[in-house]
């Protein structure tokens, strides 16, 4: 087993990028007990409601930090100096994102590029420095939010589907490439998650998945796959046999599927 399948979640700060993430918020929120948390988020002092939580739930410091998700030329310099101003980086949960309007993407090209920038590009732009920081400390955790959706891709969702394809190969990759480090990539699948990303979708009528489930279930999910140096977790665990099946289906099938 590698060190990264240790079974103790790293010492060090917390580091939430998205700082207004549900999902994200509710994983910082269970690791925040005698921790050291950074929230980093556009509008960083407009985040009163989340450092509140994170304070109610025992955190020793709560920092907040302007981030550009879009401003990939700022990610490694803004990652170097999280580390300079709040020492190692013990847990970094990357839960930004957008899940955008396929409709619209498929026939304008500038929203079609803000998902696969935000969902994909961006993803990458950030996890890289924040792997290199921790394979230098020899220490670290990084949680990558990957999707069902991205295990095989659907036409009724299939720009924000291949961005999920795309960011679960890489951070599959990643994880391989720190195999006997101290570092631990987990990469979570969920199903469809009933919160504020999908609240615009169901309100135009589409209906939660089978299998799905809430922000807090997954947040739960992730923190206990982080204690037990998982490198995958399937929210819930039995979309993860469910899938298996559905790969095997025919195309033909599969196309017919609805949303």
Do not use: C
């Amino acid at each position: 087993m590698s060190r990264a399948g240790r079974s103790t979640t790293p010492d060090g700060v917390i580091l939430l990028l998205g700082g207004r993430s549900e999902i994200g918020l509710d994983v910082a929120r269970r690791l925040a007990d005698g921790a050291v948390v950074v929230l980093a988020a556009r509008r960083p002092d407009d985040l009163t409601a989340q450092v509140q939580v994170i304070r109610d739930a025992g955190a020793t410091a709560v920092h907040t930090v302007g981030f550009d998700a879009d401003d990939i030329a700022s990610h490694t310099p803004f990652i170097e100096s999280v580390v300079a101003e709040h020492g190692a980086i013990g847990v970094a949960i990357v839960a930004f994102g957008i899940l955008g309007d396929q409709q619209r993407a498929e026939t304008d090209v500038s929203h079609a590029l803000q998902i696969a920038h935000i969902d994909y590009v961006a993803q990458i732009s950030v996890i890289t420095p924040l792997a290199q920081v921790m394979r230098a400390a020899d220490a670290g955790a990084i949680v990558v939010f990957s999707s069902v959706a991205g295990i095989r891709v659907r036409q009724a969702n299939y720009v924000y589907g291949s961005t999920k394809a795309g960011l679960d190969g890489f951070a599959s990759g990643l994880a391989d490439s720190l195999h006997d480090t101290g570092v631990q990539v987990l990469i979570a699948r969920p199903g469809f998650v009933i919160g504020a990303m999908t609240r615009d979708l169901m309100d135009s009528g589409v209906k939660p998945a089978p299998l799905s489930s809430t922000p807090q279930q997954v947040a739960a999910a992730v923190v206990t796959a982080l204690h037990r140096g998982k490198r995958t977790v399937w929210i819930p665990w039995a979309i993860r046999p469910a899938m298996f099946g559905m790969r095997l289906l025919p195309q033909a099938v599969w196309r017919k599927i609805p949303r």
